[in-house]
């Protein structure tokens, strides 16, 4: 029998809701975080929504004896919110901006401004070398008229390109987060069908926490009912998800969810629920890794391919449908500024009446030329800005629905490739499936 070796590592998972000055007792809940981490064993802590800087270095100082290492990743305006700390040394850190996140004049919302991005930390856990990923995808405001759906879905794209090309080498795959989408949603069945990344959920031996693992919850006093329609009692959008490699197994022993509130505390940690994973690592040897899982990956591959084929056919039709949008929308803001052109060639020409006609007086009072001029000035202003961004986004859906397209042919050739006989159409699975991706199967 070969020999294995075997290492645990527990991982924590949280959206901290921390907008200063705007999020609902944000002091006292860092400082619930804090205490909470310290108190408990996490070897890897991946935190979202922590928008000030500020807050990360308070934490950081409150946790150098439980978690020594740490890293806040920056970007965009208000910077991307997440951050790392673990009891591992970090030795690398780099950090992926979606090209694609919602609209800066969708002020309320506010993703734009976040600058929504991927974050990895490479980790050496025992003799195992560990890439660790956090990230926060666009947030779905409408179920029914999703205007970001394209967005996510293109951020999905480009977050499971980013692990295929960056984790080579790693012994296992961590990625937490708040994906903002529920589990048969289209970007994560890509996201896990494209890496192997599997749903601790769904591979845990044990479980404690909300009703099918629910992390935005009806019960926490932080949340808005009404946003939750149709599903009234909560949602499933932030997850743990992890792989091993040819050498090492990683299996999900127990997972377990915060459930709104907390003991001893008027309120919850956050207006999402923290995520708790516990993973053990088995290294094989050479041996074992050529005679057990080799006829296992041949016999499934075939299937694999199929299911992404399907998979990504459908992620290329939805970015098609944003290019549609984003088209409309460039052609409205270029019609709108041609139309304020218009009206200011029109201002000049009345203004230039009195030099025309000697004697004649001014055609209606300077007040209200000049405020006509600055309402010119101001469409032409805001409708080239708006030309630009839009053209911007045509051409991110532009790379993205090429690469899909690249993507689906190349799948297809290798697809091509299998014996005919082979049953793959019968081992397509539902959405909600969870087994290794098929580009996972050639390691």
Not at 300 to 322: C, F, H, N, P, W
Not at 331 to 357: D, S
Not at 392 to 413: F, H, I, T
């Amino acid at each position: 029998m070969a020999n294995t070796e075997s290492v645990n590592v527990r991982v924590l998972s949280l959206n901290c809701w921390g907008i200063r000055y705007l999020s609902k007792h944000c002091p006292q809940r860092y400082a619930m975080i804090g205490d909470m981490l310290c108190k408990e064993e996490h070897d890897i802590v991946l935190l979202q929504e922590v928008w000030s800087e500020k807050d990360y270095l308070s934490m950081k100082k409150k946790l150098a004896c439980s978690h020594p290492h740490s890293h806040y990743f920056k970007s965009g305006v208000i910077g991307s919110g997440l951050a790392i700390f673990s009891k591992h040394r970090i030795h690398d850190t780099f950090l992926f901006r979606y090209s694609l996140n919602g609209y800066p004049y969708m002020a309320h919302h506010g993703d734009w401004f976040g600058g929504k991005a991927v974050g990895m930390a490479v980790l050496n856990i025992g003799s195992l070398t560990a890439n660790v990923y956090v990230t926060h995808l666009h947030a779905e405001y409408c179920r029914d008229k999703d205007s970001y759906l394209p967005h996510r879905v293109v951020q999905a794209w480009e977050l499971q390109q980013f692990i295929r090309h960056t984790s080579a080498g790693a012994d296992m795959v961590i990625l937490g987060g708040d994906l903002n989408m529920h589990p048969q949603d289209l970007g994560n069945r890509l996201l896990r069908s494209y890496t192997g990344l599997q749903d601790s959920y769904l591979e845990t031996a044990k479980f404690d926490g909300c009703e099918d693992g629910m992390t935005l919850i009806a019960d926490n006093p932080f949340i808005n009912k009404k946003e939750l329609c149709p599903f009234e009692k909560g949602i499933r959008i932030d997850y743990i998800l992890f792989k091993g490699s040819p050498k090492t197994d990683v299996y999900c022993d127990f997972m377990s969810t915060t459930k709104g509130s907390v003991p001893d505390h008027p309120f919850p940690y956050s207006d999402h629920e923290a995520l708790t994973a516990g993973l053990r690592l088995e290294t094989n040897t050479r041996a074992e890794i050529g005679s057990d899982r080799q006829p296992k990956i041949l016999d499934s591959a075939a299937g694999k391919v199929a299911e992404l084929v399907d998979i990504v056919t459908e992620a290329r039709t939805e970015v098609k449908v944003g290019l549609h949008c984003a088209e409309r929308m460039r052609y409205t803001a270029t019609r709108t500024g041609v139309m304020g052109l218009a009206l200011l060639f029109l201002e000049l020409a009345i203004a230039a009446v009195p030099w025309l006609a000697l004697g004649a007086e001014q055609p209606f009072p300077r007040t209200s030329f000049y405020l006509l001029a600055a309402l010119c000035f101001a469409i032409l202003l805001t409708t080239f800005l708006l030309y630009i961004f839009y053209t911007m986004e045509l051409k991110a859906l532009q790379g993205a629905e090429d690469q899909m397209r690249l993507a689906v042919g190349s799948l297809q050739e290798k697809l091509r490739g299998f014996p005919v006989a082979q049953p793959h159409n019968a081992q397509r699975r539902p959405p909600e499936g969870h087994e290794p991706g098929a580009l996972a199967t050639e390691k």
